[in-house]
């Protein structure tokens, strides 16, 4: 059984910081690329960032010289610090990972998604 978990979100105050986490757990040979997206109230699901497993890292430009992503290969773990939070970030953020169970094909996961609450 594989499984995202995230853990991380909460409540901050305008400029403030946060870090988020998420391990892949299960039978895995190898992730893949590897992100966070978001989604706010009656809004759709946006990419937050992704990083490859090489490290090449997207960001989405509302999060540009704010969020940071990368990744430990070895633990299958991806993380997001956060800092500079405004207002507008406020969304339930999800992880996301392409797997591999058997070193050749790969499947699309989705975490649970975490909280994550910016006011003052």
């Known amino acids: 059984q594989v499984q995202l978990v995230e853990s991380g979100g909460g409540l901050v105050q305008p400029g403030g910081s946060l870090r988020l986490s998420c391990v892949a757990s299960g039978s895995i040979v190898r992730a893949n690329g590897m992100g966070w997206y978001r989604q706010a109230p009656g809004k759709q699901r946006e990419l937050v960032a992704t990083i490859s497993r090489l490290g090449r890292t997207n960001y989405a430009d509302s999060v540009k010289g704010r969020f940071t992503i990368s990744r430990d290969n070895a633990k299958n773990t991806v993380t997001l610090q956060m800092n500079s939070l405004k207002p507008e970030d406020t969304a339930v953020y999800y992880c996301?990972?392409?797997?591999?169970?058997?070193?050749?094909?790969?499947?699309?996961?989705w975490g649970q998604g975490t909280q994550v609450t910016v006011s003052s």
């Open positions: 996301n990972a392409d797997l591999s169970h058997d070193g050749f094909d790969l499947l699309n996961y």
